[in-house]
């Protein structure tokens, strides 16, 4: 048990943590361009903003979340998700108060009980947007944009944008009525959990990934079949603009969304070919989780994408990635008076912004360069014997097995000219 990790969780090695920063990195910048601040919250909360924000009804409150009972004997949970926390945040801050809308992004890990499978793990990782203080379309057609942005800035080659309007809690009613009318015959054949969920949430029916579910629902009624006219406008403002923007987009009418608090706009980026579980993000409207968690009457618009998915997703669309341990240079010596001046340089080298190192094991020559070889540094610097005797140096580019003497005066410029253009390997990946 001490040298096992516990089930659900992973380890992000160096040569992988460079992949997860490109990524970051990526976010970061698009959000910087769509005017969007980091926020951090911490990761956990009171249970009960759990509870009454994503919805005791929901398979996240009764049957995921990992919680438990603090030295003051309250009840706290790590959080399963970021839009409760978020909302929490710009309520207790007061950010009502600020000129609205707030755009916001969070970056960081969330955690459910759940069964792990390709890409999902029980602690995971997510990238959250939220825009609180304006029922726009417009805004809708904004995030789902910058979702779509997201997609072609990671590098994705394929995906699908699924899109559908789940209604306001007045139009909600109706189509509730209408769904429990038209399963009440076939109630008994359904999965357990769609027999709960017809007593608590009906419309997560739709939702369900059960095969004998969906044929026995295939006909059933859907969310859109059932607008009131302030909805059906909202929907058709959302994919006229979407359709401006040039966002390809295909309406899902049984996409539901698996929490509560979602109203009006629902939408889901699925990728095929990473599994079963082929979605890698999504999001919609919340327009009453606010005023629900203490504050005043608020909408909102957010989505989040799973970080592991979407990693999945690249690594089957585009292959393994380039080694990203991110050493450039290893730097070698012939003979232990070779040390002192490989030292030397490796310290210019580091204070040019060049990731290098060298040897601390006193090896041989050969020995050394196995251990570059494996380092992944595309370049190799050898110092010592009649070049150092002659202020140089021998340069080896390791993928060509190419190499050539150069001024140890020099060698730092010369090193940083030629890592131009093997620096955007992760990027380009």
Same mark, same amino acid.
């Given at each position: 048990? /001490?040298?096992?990790?516990?089930r659900?969780t992973?380890d992000i090695?160096p040569?992988?943590v460079?992949?997860?920063? !490109?990524?970051?990195g990526k976010?970061r910048?698009?959000?910087?361009?769509y005017?969007y601040?980091?926020?951090?919250t911490?990761?956990?909360?009171h249970?009960?903003?759990?509870?009454?924000?994503v919805?005791?009804?929901?398979d996240?409150?009764?049957?995921?979340?990992?919680?438990?009972m603090?030295?003051g =004997?309250s009840s706290l +949970?790590?959080?399963?998700e970021?839009?409760?926390?978020i909302?929490?945040?710009?309520?207790?801050?007061?950010?009502?108060g600020q000129?609205q809308?707030?755009?916001l992004?969070?970056l960081?890990?969330?955690f459910?009980?759940d069964?792990p499978?390709?890409?999902?793990f029980r602690?995971?990782?997510?990238?959250?947007?939220?825009?609180?203080? +304006?029922?726009?379309?417009?805004?809708?057609?904004? /995030?789902?944009?910058l979702?779509? !942005?997201?997609?072609?800035? &990671?590098? /994705?080659?394929?995906w699908? *944008?699924?899109?559908? !309007?789940?209604?306001?809690?007045?139009?909600? #009613?109706?189509?509730? =009525?209408?769904?429990?009318?038209?399963?009440y015959?076939?109630r008994? $054949?359904?999965?357990e959990?769609?027999q709960?969920?017809?007593? +608590?949430?009906?419309?997560?029916?739709?939702?369900?990934k %059960?095969?004998?579910?969906?044929?026995? #629902?295939v006909?059933?009624p #859907?969310?859109?079949?059932?607008?009131?006219?302030?909805c &059906?406008?909202h929907?058709?403002?959302?994919k006229?603009?979407?359709?401006?923007?040039?966002?390809?987009?295909?309406?899902?009418?049984?996409?539901v969304?698996?929490?509560?608090?979602?109203?009006?706009?629902?939408?889901?980026?699925?990728?095929?070919?990473?599994?079963?579980? %082929?979605?890698?993000g999504?999001?919609?409207?919340?327009?009453?989780?606010?005023?629900?968690?203490?504050?005043?009457?608020?909408p909102?618009?957010?989505?989040?994408?799973?970080?592991?998915?979407?990693l *999945?997703?690249l690594e089957?669309?585009?292959?393994e990635?380039?080694?990203?341990?991110?050493?450039?240079?290893y730097?070698g #010596?012939l003979?232990p008076g070779?040390?002192?001046?490989a030292m030397?340089?490796? %310290?210019?080298?580091? $204070?040019?912004?060049i990731?290098?190192?060298?040897?601390?094991?006193?090896r $041989?020559? =050969?020995a050394?360069?196995?251990?570059?070889?494996? $380092?992944g540094?595309?370049?190799?610097?050898?110092?010592?014997?009649?070049e150092?005797g002659?202020?140089?140096?021998?340069?080896?580019?390791?993928?060509?097995?190419k190499?050539?003497e150069v001024s140890?005066?020099? &060698?730092?410029?010369?090193?940083?000219?030629? /890592?131009?253009?093997m620096?955007?390997?992760?990027?380009?990946w």
């Open positions: 048990m /001490l040298t096992n990790r516990p659900g992973n090695l040569g992988q460079e992949r997860w920063q !490109s990524l970051e976010i910048r698009l959000c910087r361009e005017g601040g980091e926020i951090r911490p990761i956990f909360e249970t009960i903003l759990f509870n009454r924000g919805g005791e009804t929901t996240v409150v009764e049957k995921e979340m990992y919680t438990f603090d030295r =004997k +949970t790590l959080r399963p970021a839009t409760a926390a909302v929490r945040a710009y309520i207790e801050n007061g950010m009502y000129p809308p707030i755009k992004f969070l960081g890990p969330m459910r009980y069964r499978q390709a890409g999902r602690q995971f990782h997510q990238f959250d947007v939220e825009v609180l203080g +304006t029922r726009d379309p417009l805004l809708d057609v904004e /995030l789902i944009a979702a779509n !942005s997201f997609c072609q800035q &990671a590098g /994705l080659k394929e699908e *944008l699924h899109i559908n !309007s789940v209604g306001c809690p007045t139009c909600r #009613t109706e189509h509730r =009525k209408g769904l429990r009318e038209y399963v015959n076939v008994g $054949s359904l999965c959990d769609c709960r969920r017809l007593e +608590t949430n009906p419309m997560r029916v739709l939702d369900c %059960n095969e004998k579910c969906q044929r026995l #629902t006909n059933a #859907t969310p859109v079949d059932y607008l009131c006219d302030t &059906a406008e929907f058709a403002a959302v006229r603009g979407l359709e401006e923007m040039e966002v390809a987009y295909q309406v899902d009418k049984r996409l969304r698996g929490l509560d608090y979602y109203t009006m706009t629902a939408f889901e980026l699925m990728v095929p070919g990473i599994g079963a579980q %082929n979605s890698i999504g999001g919609g409207r919340y327009d009453g989780l606010v005023e629900a968690c203490g504050g005043p009457p608020t909102g618009v957010g989505f989040a994408f799973g970080m592991e998915r979407v *999945l997703a089957e669309q585009r292959g990635a380039p080694n990203t341990a991110g050493l450039e240079v730097v #010596t003979e070779a040390r002192i001046p030397k340089l490796l %310290n210019q080298l580091r $204070s040019l912004g990731a290098a190192d060298m040897d601390y094991l006193g $041989s020559l =050969k050394q360069m196995k251990a570059a070889g494996k $380092s540094a595309p370049l190799v610097v050898i110092v010592g014997g009649d150092l002659r202020g140089a140096v021998t340069v080896r580019q390791m993928d060509k097995a190499q050539e140890l005066d020099q &060698a730092g410029q010369y090193l940083l000219a030629r /890592l131009v253009g620096r955007h390997k992760v990027e380009e």
